[in-house]
């Protein structure tokens, strides 16, 4: 028989072979061989005529139950652990150790139900194939992910190819009167829910009870946008949060009371993401790609190192609205928000560990502002939320542009070669002072720079940065 082609070979492909010309049972009818190759290199090598054959129905009914949170669970693994998918498994055992049993256990299920969920290779029973994992990064792209091989595509292309061979297959079984083929191909043309509720529900990875409350306390607003796109955040929060809490800082977040996005914005976001760029090629490091965009920034504003930046009014010149909110959750200290028909936002949870504190809100403000200019519809979905479960290795960039902009690197280089013994806390508390920065922003930058002190001064700092940390840093 002919082979059929889905998609390409150089991003995502697949080629179908059917064993039997005529066949009568889901199984016989829908037996074949079946490759899939990702960035040319072949991760199921389902040979063809003389080696063992399949039967495709499997993948149709994988892909009839999951297909849901292929499409709609966006913005990476439910721990926020932010490694490509098949390393979560060694990412997660090594975070489980530092974790209770009752903790670990939770986190284990979650995890388990998101690889497969994700892994066309778990759609075959009793047989072993390759991983094979597809995951939403954001609206726009897709990871897709095999042994040896993680590339980003966009997510349409992604989706039709997958459509194509899922539709493929049920046009296969088609003339099989059976309950498991009908089953089987009813599953797959309900595949993809258009209720916005569920979509929300799958996206925030709650109940559908919880998405419809949401959603209500959304309408009463009058909200004119789909919700589900930024839902990411809710994901990112506790999943101790309640529905209520959760409401009321999405609400925040996808309401915009004003369409227009700053042309400013639009400028300064396409050259933060070039700076991003070109310190990435160069080989920086997570924390120096975020401090090389802090610098950029500075110098953007006329901020010379040796003053205060003013974060309030560079939000305000790139149209970057602050919304406060009081809602029982420390853990989350802001959201932030940008995508389509909605112009950028800050959500500010005025009971939030940090931003609570006046130099805690600017450092919390500078982080989000990084994710706005950055992450926003490119290494993350339209959202975030600055709490427990935002991606570690995004956070780590935002963190230190954070730094960076409210203390440069080179001020605290400065100050830990001059320091005296026994002058550190004056310092810290100058520091802190001048730039508006806490005193665990200026321990850390004085940490970063401590090469720079005298090896008593050094000691001095580490052992107030070693404090801080036993206070919960
Ligand atoms: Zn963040």
């Known amino acids: 028989m002919s082979r059929q082609s889905f998609g390409k070979a150089s991003s995502l492909g697949f080629v179908l072979q059917w064993e039997h010309d005529h066949a009568t049972s889901s199984v016989s009818a829908s037996r074949g061989w079946l490759s899939a190759t990702v960035a040319d290199v072949e991760v199921w090598p389902f040979g063809g005529p003389g080696t063992e054959s399949w039967p495709w129905i499997e993948l149709l009914e994988f892909f009839g139950r999951y297909w849901r949170y292929i499409e709609f669970e966006v913005g990476g693994d439910p721990l926020g652990l932010d490694v490509q998918p098949d390393l979560l498994r060694t990412a997660a055992e090594q975070r489980w150790r530092s974790l209770s049993e009752e903790d670990s256990d939770r986190e284990e299920e979650a995890l388990l139900v998101y690889l497969r969920s994700h892994n066309l290779a778990a759609a ?16 726009d792209t897709a990871q897709v992910t095999a042994d040896g091989v993680n590339v980003e595509l966009p997510w349409g292309e992604v989706r039709d190819t997958l459509t194509a061979l ?6 296969r079984l088609e003339p099989v009167r059976e309950p498991r083929s009908e089953n089987a191909r009813a599953q797959w043309a309900s595949r993809s829910p258009t209720e916005a509720s569920l979509r929300l529900a799958l996206a925030m990875g709650r109940s559908l009870e919880d998405a419809r409350r949401v959603e209500a306390v959304c309408e009463d607003k009058s909200r004119e ?4 796109p930024f ?6 929060a506790p999943e101790r949060m309640s529905v209520e809490a959760l409401a009321a800082l999405m609400v925040e977040l996808c309401r915009p009371d004003h369409p227009q996005v700053s042309s400013r914005f639009l400028e300064l976001r396409a050259n933060a993401q070039r700076i991003r760029g070109t310190a990435e090629s160069q080989g920086l490091r ?4 975020g401090q090389a965009v802090a610098r950029w920034l500075r110098h953007v504003f006329g901020t010379g190192p040796e003053l205060r930046f003013d974060i309030d009014q560079a939000l305000s ?14 853990a989350v200290d802001a959201l932030c928000a940008f995508g389509p028909s909605r112009p950028p936002v800050v959500v500010l949870n005025q009971r939030g560990v940090h931003a609570s504190s006046p130099n805690g809100r600017r450092a919390t403000l500078a982080h989000e502002l990084y994710h706005l200019l950055v992450d926003l519809g490119t290494t993350l979905p339209y959202a975030e939320a600055n709490s427990v479960r935002a991606p570690r290795f995004i956070e780590q960039r935002a963190r230190a542009f954070a730094a960076e902009l409210l203390l440069p690197r080179v001020v605290a280089e400065q100050t830990a070669a001059a320091v005296a013994v026994g ?5 810290t508390r100058r520091l802190s002072a001048h730039y508006g920065a806490s005193r665990e922003l ?5 940490y970063n720079a401590r090469e720079r002190a005298s090896a008593d001064a050094q000691r001095e700092i580490e052992s107030e940065y070693a404090a801080l940390r036993l206070q919960g840093d």
């Open 124 to 139: 075959f029973r009793g047989a072993s194939a390759p991983a094979l994992y597809i995951v939403r990064r954001n609206v």
């Open 166 to 171: 899922g539709a493929a297959i049920a046009a």
């Open 225 to 228: 946008i789909e919700l589900w």
């Open 231 to 236: 839902a990411v955040a809710a994901r990112m």
């Open 286 to 289: 997570r924390y120096e790609v």
């Open 317 to 330: 010149e790139l149209g970057i609205e602050i919304r406060a909110v009081s809602v029982d959750e420390p």
């Open 423 to 427: 002058q550190l806390t004056a310092e």
């Open 442 to 446: 200026v321990t850390l930058q004085l």
